[in-house]
């Protein structure tokens, strides 16, 4: 074989090695701390039906902002993403979500897309704005998205016809 061939396949095999090590590195510190998540996730439900029980749906979405920011402290964005909306999913659900609560928040088709016009979209864009902007400044845009779409969710189920 030429010296170019030779180098080619090296290179080859090192890149290939390289990211074989970060997807090593990933999985292995995805499944870490496993048990300690999966405990964080069952307190997170218990909360959340704990609080449920006695406030309004709206105290679920302030809260869940809240334990967000606590979460972070000790998780990274991306784990406390799939831990927490868990709590304000069971929060919502044990509140007994109310057609006032749901009125503002823009329903979604069976397609996934936003019913009706543009204006539509701007009401969601607006409801999760404020809710970062008013209720929790220091959360960020993309958890914030997340809550209206569990909150959606739920006034969906609830309430189809909005």
């Known amino acids: 074989m030429k010296k170019w061939t030779i180098r080619i396949v090296i ?3 090192v890149v290939v090695f390289l990211l074989a090590l970060v997807f090593v ?3 292995w510190d995805a499944f870490k701390h496993m048990d300690e998540k999966l405990a964080d996730d069952k307190r ?4 959340g039906l704990e609080l449920g029980r006695k406030a309004a749906p709206q105290e679920c979405v302030v809260e869940e902002l809240k334990r967000y920011e606590k979460c972070m402290e000790k ?3 991306i784990e406390c993403r799939w831990i927490e909306p868990n709590f304000v999913s069971t929060c919502l659900d044990a509140s007994g979500i109310t057609e006032e609560f749901c ?3 823009p329903r979604l088709s069976k397609d996934g897309s936003l ?3 543009e204006s539509d979209y701007e009401e ?3 409801w999760t704005q404020n809710l970062c902007e008013f209720e929790r400044p220091s ?3 993309d958890m914030c998205r997340r809550i209206f779409f569990v909150a959606r969710y739920h006034c969906d189920v609830k309430y189809p016809q909005r």
């Open 75 to 77: 998780w990274t964005a």
């Open 11 to 13: 290179s080859l095999l």
């Open 139 to 141: 959360v960020k845009f």
């Open 115 to 117: 019913q009706g016009q």
């Open 44 to 47: 997170a439900v218990e909360a």
């Open 103 to 105: 009125r503002p928040i």
């Open 25 to 27: 590195f990933f999985v």
């Open 124 to 126: 969601a864009l607006a």
